[in-house]
């Protein structure tokens, strides 16, 4: 019996197990926690490479992507993420307190903690995709969950769904460790494209972004 190499199931378990290994990849190069910015930008690049025409290696383009995203990936976790982290933290604080002014409070923290955390989303897919000055990168970060806020929506529930699914089923955590955080990527890469087309068709909210030259 002989095997195709080139057949539709080996070409898929192939697939998969580059998922699996991209993933293990991507948790270990984010165990420093400082470059985590560097490690998930690289990780949108290759799987908006990816689910573009399947284009790019999966494995070592991540590994060129993290050295060539590095200084500027961590820096805009750095600037929109301790922010984010800022408001999270002020949105227990308010929960942890009685009264109604209170909760008023600890709500208007958590809707700024997910715009925020949806800039940061955008902000490091914009490091991924598009080659911008740090301030340029912020300010179309910020800008695109009021321009774009259907697909920032899904942008932010895929993670969020997947958090909530693993504190209610702590078996999921495998599953997640696996190829959660490599195949949740690559759902969002099909969000960002539409996100990063409808934006080059009509760049009138944002400041004008150039697309890296590709692999």
């Known amino acids: 019996m002989s095997i195709d190499p080139n057949g539709r199931n080996v070409q898929g378990i192939t697939t998969f197990v580059l998922f699996v290994v991209l993933n293990v990849l991507y948790l270990v190069t984010c165990l420093p926690v400082v470059t985590i910015g560097a490690a998930t930008a690289a990780l949108y690049e290759v799987t908006l490479r990816y689910a573009d025409d399947e284009r790019g290696d999966l494995v070592r383009g991540y590994l060129r992507a993290l050295r060539t995203n590095l200084w500027r990936g961590s820096a805009v976790l750095a600037v929109l993420g301790i922010p984010a982290a800022m408001l999270l933290f002020s949105a227990v604080f308010w929960f942890t307190m009685d009264g109604s002014l209170t909760a008023v409070a600890g709500a208007l923290s958590v809707v700024a903690t997910c715009y925020v955390g949806a800039a940061v989303l955008h902000g490091l897919a914009l490091v991924a995709w598009f080659d911008a000055p740090l301030r340029r990168t912020v300010r179309n970060a910020l800008l695109l969950p009021l321009v774009e806020p259907a697909r920032t929506a899904g942008l932010v529930l895929l993670p969020v769904g997947v958090g909530a699914l693993m504190f209610a089923v702590p ?22 494209h539409s996100v990063f087309r409808r934006r080059q068709a009509d760049p009138s909210e944002l400041e004008p972004i150039s697309p890296h030259s590709g692999e």
């Open 171 to 192: 078996q999921v955590t495998f599953v997640v460790a696996t190829i959660g955080f490599s195949f949740g990527a690559y759902v969002s890469a099909f969000i960002l």
